[in-house]
């Protein structure tokens, strides 16, 4: 994996076997924002006034979607449990460059935030970061993993495309986020493809269809039935 710079400023990776990057090239911080803070995150808690979420991030990658879900966490006062499964973690070397830390606005200490979420143990349970933000990470493929049925509010859906790993596409895969969620629990992504939302449905979900992040036409967000 190599960083690259996207066209808001802040940085992404590229997997040159995949030839793939891990976020939109017009901006990953402005994409985050709209997928997962804005009609994830951000919606769910208009939805469920004084509710403290339970969030599953497939996979925690840069770390990116954890920084901003910390940061939203303060700005709207409720607690976060953040679970973050990951089958290739980032090196050091590598989310020590990341510049996200400068695109917050509400978080104090971003840098260390984001090398907090990094050093954070793999497969130990939830530690405390912050006092809204809880973090556990999984060093395993999703397929793999065993999370508890039910629990989660939230599932920030950031797999690589599904031309570049269809696997994390396939019904049975999202039967399982299906499973993992709370009734009227939020699964989002960034790709709206037809059979994609066919096949979300047919696990479970109604399907919204919402304006895409800048320079992409549309976005997903699943209800959970
Ligand atoms: C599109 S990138 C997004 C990463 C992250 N959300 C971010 O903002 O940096 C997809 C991520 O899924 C991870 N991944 C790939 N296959 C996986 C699997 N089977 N289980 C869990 N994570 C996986 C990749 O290593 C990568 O970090």
Avoid at 75 to 92: F, I, L, T
Avoid at 97 to 111: H, K, R
Avoid at 147 to 168: C, S
Avoid at 177 to 191: D, E, K, P, V, W
Wanted: proline share 5%; charged share 25%.
């Amino acid at each position: 994996m190599k960083l690259i710079l996207t066209d808001d400023g802040s940085h992404s990776l590229y997997r040159e076997d995949l030839k793939e990057g891990y976020h939109s090239h017009h901006g990953a911080v402005q994409e985050s924002r709209h997928v997962f803070i804005k009609h994830g995150f951000t919606a769910w808690a208009e939805n469920n006034p004084g509710r403290e979420p339970a969030i599953l991030e497939l996979g925690l990658g840069t770390g990116l979607n954890a920084l901003l879900t910390w940061e939203a966490a303060l700005a709207h006062g409720n607690r976060v449990r953040y679970s973050g499964v990951e089958a290739h973690p980032v090196p050091e070397e590598i989310w020590s460059q990341l510049n996200y830390p400068q695109f917050t606005t509400n978080l104090p200490e971003a840098a260390h935030a984001l090398a907090e979420i990094h050093r954070t143990p793999w497969d130990e349970g939830y530690f405390t970061l912050g006092s809204l933000f809880q973090l556990e990470k999984r060093k395993s493929k999703i397929e793999a993993t065993t999370l508890t049925e039910g629990f989660f509010d939230l599932v920030y859906f950031d797999a690589f495309a599904p031309n570049k790993q269809g696997e994390l596409w396939e019904p049975a895969v999202l039967e399982k986020m299906a499973s993992l969620l709370r009734t009227g629990g939020f699964l989002t992504t960034y790709c709206a493809k037809g059979q994609f939302k066919r096949d979300l449905k047919a696990a479970g979900f109604t399907v919204e269809t919402l304006p895409g992040a800048p320079g992409k036409a549309e976005m997903v967000r699943g209800v959970r039935q």
